[in-house]
């Protein structure tokens, strides 16, 4: 066959494969036998070896054409995977309703669809062809998995019309995969997975994407990254389109005119859930009108215009053996209670927080009693109650300690608080949780550096603060059980990343009291800093909204400590970097500049500057960027296709700017 017969060929083979597979895997109507589709593939797979250079992103050949990775790249998601609010309720539910019908009248309708129980993904594609895929991570960064997607056959890797967008879904197992997996696990003496979500999981994470094909996962797809680019006006419009380029999502969904008709859906499946092919942990309710969504907006974790409805959780009886201590970073003691194993939500339980010593007291929980235990929203388990009636005579009482079980210091318990304390700065435990804070995702991100290996390192006596992580050495990881090259090697790299990490994540790992995540990035953007942190009066920190004067004295009483200006000085010497590296506040940013103080939406599509450089630019010169037009709003930035929110601020006499004068004024 020459090289023109070739590619004719090929390119009739990948269409004709493209098409049985969407049949098959998305329609679930296979128009050909099993035997057909594998004599086609084999043709094609033989030109292809003939003729390399007809390989295209798109062949079907090319599912599981990845090399085996050394470690997951990081990805920005151009717009931020939010997560969603629960209801565990129907008035849960009514209160949805009621600050939604507060915030846009009473003509809000809603979508519901299942909560598939998987994990989230985020796909890019560029002119119609399938070019990036991530997991959701944080919300705002997470892991490049293109090479284990692409196994999903499910996952379209070129789209039926030639669009640049990002779409959101969620990748799961089967349950008929995961009783194969666990099968050929178990047959193979390894341990089975605790669940479908947990398996999934696992198989989109491995750095071989051959083993992820081999896990059989699907995907559904539930929602348009930036739908306003789309031309859709509701979110079930938005759902019909993706099925339209082709894209697998879930049927089982039903438009609600109102809030009866959703509690109406949600008790539907409370009972049939068990029959699905798959698992689902609950019901998402979305507001369907895209302008109402832009109008709700969203807070800094979840958006206002959706809410998952969590199933009951599911409750069982088994024994309480005993009850453990566990130091936290901040020296809190947590009573767990250890459990005979029992499966819960589809998970083996063996441990359950029991809080604090009140808890305790006010369940009247012993040692040895029967107790009746589920997973707080299928995720965190819990003892609901005791069956005391069932008590034989033998259980025993328990009771607090008065000292640290780890470093045998007094515990206290401060005022207002019902958490008994170790104070000693110096306890094993503390310093242990602490390291394992530093090196955390929401930290400074340490890949490789789990709670495992932090354990291992902190009891050779090879790291004893968070500074000795940046001295660590390849001889010294070497001599450690199950640590090969090849895994030293990244670890090292992971750790060495991690010194140009921006101050926030600095300032979050350092584990200040009352200093959340969201508040080292407020002080981070505010100070700039550390040096100018540390140097900050309870009075100049409380001046900033999200601070009060609680944190404020912590964070002083913090940087007060020799031993802190100690850490802080080898972090230094080791290269650590101690400044902001994102958009500065207004206090920090041109006070004089056209956008100081003024809110700014951003709509449509931009053509040289993406939306996230443009939030950015915008914001470090003293802007605030909004999702939604409204009166408060100043100025809109009208890219192509704008939409909605363009005809609103048309409506409400809102200055509006196409990108070059936007450029113009940012230039200047």
């Excluded at 050909?32 to 050949?61: F, G, Q, W």
């Excluded at 090259?485 to 010194?499: D, G, H, M, P, R």
């Excluded at 004067?549 to 970097?577: P, Q």
């Excluded at 940013?589 to 053509?607: C, E, I, N, R, W």
Aim: hydrophobic share 40%; glycine share 8%; aromatic share 6%.
């Amino acid at each position: 066959m020459d090289f023109q017969t070739a590619q004719k060929k090929a390119a009739e083979l990948q269409n004709l494969l493209n098409q049985y597979g969407y049949e098959y895997y998305v329609l679930d109507k296979p128009s050909v036998p099993d035997a057909e589709y594998d004599r086609l593939m084999r043709e094609l797979t033989d030109i292809e070896d003939a003729y390399p250079e007809l390989k295209t992103p798109d062949s079907p050949t090319q599912r599981v054409g990845g090399e085996v990775l050394d470690m997951f790249r990081k990805v920005e998601h151009a717009i931020p995977m939010l997560s969603l609010g629960n209801a565990f309720n129907e008035q849960d539910l009514r209160d949805f309703d009621r600050r939604v019908r507060q915030a846009v009248g009473d003509t809000a309708t809603y979508v519901c669809e299942l909560k598939i129980d998987g994990l989230a993904v985020s796909l890019r594609y560029e002119n119609g062809m399938f070019v990036l895929g991530s997991t959701r991570g944080d919300g705002t960064i997470g892991e490049d998995i293109t090479s284990n997607l692409k196994t999903i056959r499910s996952i379209p890797l070129r789209l039926n019309e030639p669009v640049t967008m990002e779409v959101r879904g969620e990748a799961f197992m089967p349950k008929k995969s995961f009783m194969a997996l666990n099968e050929a696990r178990s047959k193979r003496e390894e341990e089975p997975f605790a669940n479908p979500r947990n398996a999934a999981a696992g198989s989109l994470r491995q750095l071989d994407p051959k083993i992820a094909a081999s896990r059989n996962l699907d995907i559904f797809l539930y929602g348009i990254g930036n739908p306003d680019n789309i031309g859709v006006e509701s979110h079930s419009e938005g759902l019909d389109y993706l099925d339209r380029l082709g894209f697998k999502t879930n049927k089982e969904r039903r438009k609600a005119k109102d809030i009866d008709e959703v509690i109406s859906f949600v008790e539907s499946w409370v009972e049939r859930r068990p029959d699905l092919p798959y698992d689902i942990d609950g019901i998402v309710i979305k507001v369907d009108s895209l302008a109402q969504q832009d109008e709700l907006g969203t807070t800094a974790k979840s958006p206002r215009w959706a809410i998952a409805y969590k199933f009951p959780a599911e409750e069982v009886v088994t024994k309480l053996i005993d009850i453990e201590l566990n130091v936290g970073r901040t020296g809190v003691i947590t009573p767990t209670a250890v459990l005979e194993p029992v499966q819960v939500a589809g998970t083996t339980v063996q441990r359950a927080s029991l809080h604090n010593e009140d808890l305790i007291r006010e369940k009247d929980i012993k040692i040895g009693d029967l107790v009746v235990v589920k997973k707080a929203g299928d995720i965190i388990p819990e003892v609901v109650n005791v069956l005391a009636e069932q008590r034989s005579g033998a259980e025993e009482d328990f009771h607090m300690p008065t000292h640290c079980p780890e470093c045998e210091s007094d515990l206290v318990r401060l005022e207002g608080e019902v958490a008994l304390r170790c104070i000693n700065p110096k306890c094993p435990a503390q310093i242990r949780e602490g390291l394992i804070h530093f090196v955390s995702r929401n930290a400074m991100n340490i890949d490789g550096l789990g709670e495992k290996v932090v354990s291992q390192l902190f009891g050779e006596r090879l790291i004893t603060n968070v500074a000795d992580l940046y001295k660590l050495t390849k001889e010294q990881l070497l001599r450690l059980e199950r640590m090969g090259e090849k895994s030293v090697n990244n670890l090292l790299a992971a750790i060495e990343a991690s010194k140009s990490n921006s101050l926030e994540k600095l300032l979050f790992g350092l584990g200040i009291r009352l200093v959340g995540a969201k508040a080292a990035k407020t002080l981070a953007k505010e100070f700039g800093t550390i040096d100018a942190l540390r140097k900050a009066s309870v009075v100049e920190l409380t001046a900033i909204n999200e601070i009060g004067e609680k944190m404020a004295d912590s964070i002083v009483t913090y940087f007060d400590s020799e031993e802190v200006e100690e850490l802080l000085r080898e972090l230094e010497a080791a290269g650590v970097n101690m400044e902001y590296k994102g958009p500065r506040t207004l206090a920090a940013a041109d006070s004089d500049s056209f956008f100081a103080g003024k809110t700014v939406v951003l709509t449509g599509k931009l053509h040289r500057l993406t939306r996230n450089e443009a939030k950015e630019k915008i914001e470090a010169l003293g802007g605030n960027v909004a999702g939604s037009v409204s009166k408060k709003t100043h100025l809109v930035i009208a890219g192509e296709d704008a939409g909605s929110k363009l005809d609103k601020a048309e409506s409400l006499g809102i200055e509006v700017w196409n990108e070059e004068r936007l450029l113009e004024e940012l230039n200047q």
